[in-house]
């Protein structure tokens, strides 16, 4: 099903919950996984606002106003969302074609895709 993070001894299978870090959000980009996307500080909020908006290969879950508590009830509706909706299986089709793409940029060699164009590819 799902894994808290990537790597070699924890490969991400079906999605990741995770505070849409970097490093996390580059481990779901090249695993070709949906993420739960789950800010905690700083430019993670503008992570999951584009992740979940323009990139379309997250959702994002609810926080409570003033102390930004999850509950579980709401982390449950979202996982069951990516996985059993027909939104989940957007995501999951969605994030496999920008996969594909991060393959293609990097076997071109990076200086060789204009970041620029990403966005356009994704419009596409």
């Known amino acids: 099903m799902g894994a808290a993070g990537g790597g070699a001894e924890t490969p991400i299978r079906g999605w990741v919950c995770a505070h849409v870090g970097w490093n996390s959000v580059l481990e779901a980009v090249v695993a070709g996984v949906p993420m739960v996307a789950w800010p905690l500080h700083a430019e993670q909020h503008l992570n999951k606002a584009v992740l979940v908006e323009n990139m379309k290969m997250a959702i994002g879950v609810e926080q409570r ?11 449950e509706r979202r996982l069951k969302e990516l996985m059993d909706s027909k939104e989940g299986r957007e995501l999951r089709e969605r994030s496999e074609k ?13 200086i060789h895709y204009c970041p620029c164009q ?7």
Request: aromatic content about 6%.
């Open 118 to 124: 990403v966005g356009r590819d994704l419009e596409a």
């Open 65 to 75: 106003d003033g102390d930004r508590f999850v509950s579980g009830a709401e982390l």
């Open 98 to 110: 920008i996969r594909e793409m991060a393959v293609e940029a990097w076997r071109g060699g990076i």
